[in-house]
């Protein structure tokens, strides 16, 4: 299994923004799916956005146009730009690795995401 290691969180105000990154302890080159999701207290964890290997992306509703996801594959990393972050962003994010052809399903530990004045 790969190992996820996700950085990047912390408190930000209302409008502002973060960059999330997860960063795989081996090649995610050919890992067919790099996601991230997240979990609000009390609620259940949702898909935020995916990457494929070829660079295909999607996003919840709740967050496009606001957020962008990519990967590095040079440096095994994942990235999560957020922008105009709202209240409602607060939230444990996650990385999560998928490839059935590998028999890949790994997620990370999680960052902290607080949106607060």
């Known amino acids: 299994q790969v190992q996820l290691v996700e950085s990047g969180g912390g408190l930000v105000q209302p409008g502002g923004s973060l960059r999330l990154s997860c960063t795989a302890s081996?090649?995610?080159?050919?890992?067919?799916?790099m996601s991230w999701y997240r979990q609000a207290p009390g609620k259940e964890r949702e898909l935020v956005a995916g990457?494929?290997?070829?660079?295909?992306?999607n996003y919840a509703d709740s967050v496009k146009g606001r957020f962008t996801i990519s990967r590095d594959n040079a440096k095994n990393t994942v990235f999560l730009q957020m922008d105009n972050l709202k209240p409602e962003d607060t939230a444990v994010f996650y990385c999560?690795?998928?490839?059935?052809?590998?028999?890949?399903?790994?997620w990370g530990k999680g960052t902290l995401v607080t949106v607060s004045s």
């Open positions: 999560r690795a998928a490839d059935v052809r590998y028999g890949i399903d790994s």
């Open positions: 081996g090649s995610i080159f050919s890992i067919r799916s």
């Open positions: 990457i494929t290997y070829v660079g295909d992306t």
